[in-house]
């Protein structure tokens, strides 16, 4: 009962092979790259020419290969922990891998480890990579929330001061600062702001395009596309954010998508019951996603990637450098801390008109109950699942397909 992929998700997918290459190159060609945290400017390191691997994708990749059982395993055996912060901590594991196990080749050893002390477990993992012979780590602070402003997804773009306070903005763009001047003297590189503001104002074009496609696919009944297919062409333009071939990647997208809007494509024409995945990827598990098509003409249509790819980046003003610390001061904010948090899966669950949520809580997720409440609230039921994305004993315990097979038969 489905139609065909994506060409945009094929594209995308095909591209970061090539990528992913060419950074393997520059690597053994002794450039220096850096593995980052999806929470990092990236922006600087794009100005600087230096190439990056996000933590996040790195480990979706590891998880999609199955080698995220072997990773884990061999932090274990090097008396690390293996059952906290997966996400974060697969990287590490990975290089301790055979050569023939690890995914695409494996991540060449970085020179720079870049992080937001999200988390005492996240800043501890950013350590051990700097303990790595010819890895160095820097570490950004990370600053709480003020959170008493509503529909901050109409605030952020131009007023990003307001919403996320001065004083916290001051302290990650002189932290911001430092990192110039680190990555400056090892490189001898030059950040030059103009280059930077170019890469911003690109960056905003590919929000801009992601923000028409999430609009249209929420007025949209059935839906013309997988949400696995979205997920995947929003995250990978993602961390290449701010460059012309992801702009041209976020336009493709929408095109593609209202061209089937136009044509009343429907990748399950018998669509009785929209859900919502809030949370991080099944990267292990794509066929989650489409699972329930035929058995209960159940679809998934929204994710955060494409919905934070439209809401949560787009920072416009005169200062790059002060815009980018505007983008990045309160991110996991909009995600994570309520009444933000809440505030805005709510308005995206009835946007998107979904009938049921699937809300996957990891143990490094905040705020997960004030979101479940919320959404109850509103009369839109919830199925928490607390396993984390990239730990496949974790999932597989949690018996996600069956949870939500019950779920939909017993709640919807």
């Given at each position: 009962?489905?139609?065909?992929?994506?060409?945009?998700?094929?594209?995308?997918?095909?591209?970061?092979?090539?990528?992913?290459?060419?950074?393997?190159?520059?690597?053994?060609?002794?450039?220096?790259?850096?593995?980052?945290?999806?929470?990092?400017?990236?922006?600087?390191?794009?100005?600087?020419?230096?190439?990056?691997?996000?933590?996040?994708?790195?480990?979706?990749?590891?998880?999609?290969?199955?080698?995220?059982?072997?990773?884990?395993?061999?932090?274990?055996?090097?008396?690390?922990?293996?059952?906290?912060?997966?996400?974060?901590?697969?990287?590490?594991?990975?290089?301790?891998l055979p050569e023939a196990e690890r995914p695409w080749g494996g991540l060449p050893m970085p020179a720079f480890a870049?992080?937001?002390?999200?988390?005492?477990?996240?800043?501890?993992?950013?350590?051990?990579?700097?303990?790595?012979?010819?890895?160095?780590t820097f570490l950004l602070s990370r600053t709480g929330a003020d959170p008493l402003l509503t529909d901050w997804w109409e605030l952020v773009p131009?007023?990003?001061?307001?919403?996320?306070?001065?004083?916290?903005?001051?302290?990650?763009?002189?932290?911001?600062?430092?990192?110039?001047?680190?990555?400056?003297?090892r490189t001898g590189r030059r950040l030059d702001r103009t280059v930077l503001s170019a890469i911003?104002?690109?960056?905003?074009?590919?929000?801009?395009?992601?923000?028409?496609?999430?609009?249209?696919?929420?007025?949209?009944?059935?839906?013309?596309?997988?949400?696995?297919?979205?997920?995947?062409?929003?995250?990978?333009?993602?961390?290449?954010?701010?460059?012309?071939?992801?702009?041209?990647?976020?336009?493709?997208?929408?095109?593609?998508?209202?061209?089937?809007?136009?044509?009343?494509?429907?990748?399950?024409?018998?669509?009785?019951?929209?859900?919502?995945?809030?949370?991080?990827?099944?990267?292990?598990?794509?066929?989650?996603?489409t699972r329930f098509h035929d058995t209960h003409g159940a679809v998934f249509v929204w994710s955060m990637y494409l919905a934070i790819a439209a809401d949560g980046y787009a920072r416009y003003g005169e200062d790059p450098l002060r815009a980018l610390a505007g983008r990045f001061v309160g991110l996991t904010d909009l995600l994570y801390v309520p009444p933000w948090s809440s505030q805005w899966y709510v308005k995206e669950a009835q946007t998107h008109g979904v009938d049921g949520v699937v809300h996957l809580v990891a143990d490094d997720t905040p705020g997960s109950g004030f979101i479940t409440e919320a959404l109850e609230d509103c009369g839109i039921p919830v199925l928490e699942i607390r396993a984390n994305n990239a730990d496949q004993r974790s999932s597989g315990a949690a018996r996600i397909p069956e949870r939500i097979a019950e779920f939909i038969e017993e709640r919807l």
């Open positions: 009962m489905s139609i065909d992929r994506l060409q945009s998700a094929v594209s995308a997918t095909a591209y970061q092979k090539q990528w992913f290459r060419e950074v393997q190159d520059r690597a053994a060609a002794g450039e220096p790259i850096a593995i980052v945290n999806a929470d990092a400017p990236h922006e600087i390191f794009r100005a600087l020419d230096i190439p990056y691997v996000v933590t996040q994708w790195w480990s979706s990749i590891i998880a999609a290969k199955g080698a995220g059982p072997g990773a884990l395993a061999a932090l274990d055996e090097q008396g690390l922990p293996d059952f906290s912060v997966q996400y974060d901590a697969l990287p590490l594991g990975e290089q301790l870049v992080a937001e002390r999200s988390g005492d477990v996240t800043q501890k993992i950013f350590e051990q990579w700097g303990s790595r012979e010819g890895t160095e131009e007023q990003w001061e307001t919403a996320f306070g001065s004083d916290r903005i001051d302290l990650l763009q002189a932290e911001m600062e430092e990192l110039i001047a680190w990555l400056e003297e911003m104002d690109r960056a905003n074009a590919q929000a801009e395009w992601n923000r028409r496609t999430r609009d249209l696919l929420a007025r949209t009944r059935p839906s013309p596309v997988l949400v696995r297919d979205t997920m995947l062409t929003v995250m990978i333009p993602q961390w290449h954010r701010g460059t012309e071939w992801a702009v041209e990647a976020a336009r493709s997208l929408y095109e593609e998508v209202r061209d089937r809007v136009s044509r009343s494509a429907a990748v399950c024409p018998g669509e009785r019951r929209r859900l919502m995945w809030i949370g991080r990827g099944l990267w292990s598990d794509m066929d989650l996603y």
